[in-house]
């Protein structure tokens, strides 16, 4: 069974930094498509960011807002996904969860429970 469970999530001030992790188990991580999302109350969930898998390099992309502030990543060996944040707004603010997405695609297979992150102005 598939499990991801996020954390690193926090209280920070405008500008700071925080780095979310997602470790999973009961996958490959490095073998899969995955991506960061988050929904604020009262929004639609939105990607983040994305990392997929390719033979020749993983492949990145990020949502148009977050580039240049966002970064993803991932380490094979430990099974982990990690989302680099720098110059955190309080628009930033909400739960962020980490997915397992279907190749090719932005739909959701797996998901875990999140990681709140609250930016104070």
């Known amino acids: 069974q598939v499990r991801l469970v996020e954390s690193g999530g926090g209280l920070v001030q405008a500008e700071d930094s925080l780095r979310l992790t997602c470790v999973a188990s009961g996958c490959r991580a490095s073998n899969y498509d995955m991506a960061w999302y988050r929904q604020a109350p009262g929004k639609e969930r939105e990607i983040v960011a994305s990392?997929?898998?390719?033979?020749?390099?993983?492949?990145?992309s990020y949502a148009d807002s977050e580039k240049g502030r966002f970064t993803i990543s991932r380490d094979s060996t430990k099974h982990t996904m990690y989302l680099q944040m720098s110059r955190l707004q309080h628009t930033d603010t909400t739960v962020y969860c980490c997915d397992v997405i279907v190749p090719g695609t932005v739909k959701s297979i797996y998901w875990g429970r999140g990681a709140q992150v609250t930016v104070t102005a």
């Open positions: 990392i997929r898998f390719s033979f020749r390099g993983d492949i990145i």
